[in-house]
C-alpha cells in the first residue's frame, strides 16, 4: 500500500523568504511521485514529477523537489516567495496507471 | 483548448434527487477517474477507468455509478443525493506512464 504524509497543514512565510513543504511517502515498490498546486476555487496543476530519473526535479514557477530514498522524503522547496504562491499544495504517490494517493494538503500563505 | 472539462461548475440540489456530472478529456489519454475533496480539502480517488472499463472502485455508495460511453468522456451519476456528498469533485485523465494525471476544475456540489 502506498501513502503520502505532508507534514503541516498551513505554512506561513514572508515573501522573499525560502519556501519548503515537506512529504514523507509510503510505497512498496520504487514510486513515481508529485506534487500539485490547487490555487483557490481551481482545479490542480502539475508543478514537477518524480519518475525514477534524476533525483532532483525542477518544475514550473521555479519550484523544485528532491527525491531521497533514504528519507523517504520529496520536500518541494522554493528560494525565493511571491505572493502568487498562496495557494494549497499536495504531495502525492503513485505508479503506473494506478490511482494516486494525495496527502491531506499544505495551505501556504505569503505574507507581505 | 481545456484538456479536461467538467460540467456544470456548480451543482445546488435537494437530498434525494439524482444528478449527474460530465468530464470529457481531449489529451487522448486512456485513463480516466473521479476524486472528490471534501471540506478538508482531502483528495480521494472513487472510481477509474482504462479505455472504458473500471479498473478501480474504492469503498463509494452504490449510489454513485460511473460510465464511460467512450474513452475520451467518464459521467458520474449520483442517486438519491444525500448531505454528506457535498463536496468538489474533480475528474482526471492520464497515460499509464508516468501516470501524470490532469484534472479538470471541478464540480462543486452543494445537497440543501
Known amino acids: 500500500a502506498q501513502s503520502v504524509t505532508q507534514l503541516g497543514s498551513h505554512v506561513s512565510v514572508s515573501e522573499g523568504a525560502l519556501v519548503l513543504l515537506r512529504c514523507n511517502y509510503s510505497?512498496?515498490?520504487?514510486?513515481?511521485l508529485f506534487w500539485y498546486v490547487q490555487y483557490p476555487n481551481q482545479g490542480l496543476q502539475l508543478l514537477l514529477k518524480?519518475?525514477?530519473?534524476?533525483?532532483l526535479v525542477k518544475g514550473i514557477n521555479g519550484f523544485e523537489a528532491e527525491f531521497k530514498k533514504s528519507e523517504t522524503s520529496f520536500h518541494l522547496t522554493k528560494p525565493s516567495a511571491h505572493m502568487s504562491d498562496a495557494a494549497e499544495y499536495f504531495c502525492?504517490?503513485?505508479?503506473?496507471?494506478?490511482?494516486?494517493?494525495f496527502g491531506q494538503g499544505t495551505r501556504l500563505t505569503i505574507n507581505p | 483548448d481545456t484538456a479536461v472539462s467538467q460540467t456544470p461548475k456548480y451543482l445546488v440540489t435537494q437530498m434525494g434527487n439524482d444528478k449527474s456530472i460530465k468530464c470529457e478529456q481531449n489529451?487522448?489519454?486512456?485513463?480516466m477517474y473521479w476524486y472528490k475533496q471534501d471540506s478538508k480539502k482531502f483528495l480521494k480517488i472513487m472510481f477509474s477507468?482504462?479505455?472504458?472499463?473500471?479498473?478501480i472502485n474504492e469503498t463509494v455508495p452504490n449510489r454513485f455509478s460511473p460510465k464511460s460511453p467512450d474513452k475520451a468522456h467518464l459521467n458520474l451519476h449520483i442517486n438519491s443525493l444525500e448531505l454528506g456528498d457535498s463536496a468538489v469533485y474533480f475528474c482526471?485523465?492520464?497515460?499509464?506512464?508516468?501516470?501524470?494525471?490532469?484534472f479538470g476544475p471541478g464540480t462543486r456540489l452543494t445537497v440543501l
Open positions: 489529451l487522448g489519454h486512456d485513463t
Open positions: 510505497s512498496s515498490v520504487p514510486p513515481y
Open positions: 482526471a485523465s492520464s497515460q499509464e506512464v508516468p501516470n501524470e494525471q490532469f
Open positions: 518524480y519518475t525514477s530519473a534524476a533525483t
Open positions: 477507468y482504462n479505455n472504458k472499463e473500471l479498473i
Open positions: 502525492a504517490v503513485g505508479k503506473g496507471a494506478q490511482k494516486l494517493v
